[in-house]
Nanobody
Framework: QVQLVESGGGLVQAGGSLRLSCVGS????????MGWFRQAPGKEHEFVAAIRWSGGTYYEDSVKGRFTISRADAKNTVYLQMYSLKPEDTAVYYC?????????????????WGQGTQVTVSS
C-alpha cells in the first residue's frame, strides 16, 4: 500500500521560508511524477509544483522564482522549498504521486495523496 507523509509545515512571518518534505513508502517512486497542491480555506485545490522522474519541473505562476521542487529518489522523498512567503500562500499543502503519465498540472493525473500539512503565513 502506497503512503505519502508530508512534514515541515508551520507558522512563519511574511518573507520567511519553509521546506516541506514528502516521504513515500510502499513502492519506489523514482519513475513517478510527484507534485504539490494546496487548498486555502473556502477555495479549490490549486496546483503548486511538480517534478518528473526525468527532472523536469513545473510551477504555478504565483510561486515561480519563490518555490523550488526537488526529489531524492534514494530516499523516496520530494521537497518543496518555499522562500519569500506571502500571506496568500497560507493553505494546507498536499503531496501527490502519479503512477502514470499525464498532465502534471491536473489533480486527476495523481492517484496517491498525502494527508496534508498546514502552512500559515502571517502578515
Amino acid at each position: 500500500q502506497v503512503q505519502l507523509v508530508e512534514s515541515g509545515g508551520g507558522l512563519v512571518q511574511a518573507g520567511g521560508s519553509l521546506r516541506l518534505s514528502c516521504v513515500g513508502s510502499g513502492r519506489t517512486f523514482s519513475s513517478y511524477v510527484m507534485g504539490w497542491f494546496r487548498q486555502a480555506p473556502g477555495k479549490e485545490h490549486e496546483f503548486v509544483a511538480a517534478i518528473r522522474w526525468s527532472g523536469g519541473t513545473y510551477y504555478e505562476d504565483s510561486v515561480k522564482g519563490r518555490f523550488t521542487i526537488s526529489r531524492a529518489d534514494a530516499k523516496n522523498t520530494v521537497y518543496l522549498q518555499m522562500y519569500s512567503l506571502k500571506p496568500e500562500d497560507t493553505a494546507v499543502y498536499y503531496c501527490a504521486a502519479a503512477t502514470r503519465d499525464g498532465n502534471a498540472y491536473y489533480r486527476s493525473t495523481y492517484d496517491h495523496w498525502g494527508q496534508g500539512t498546514q502552512v500559515t503565513v502571517s502578515s
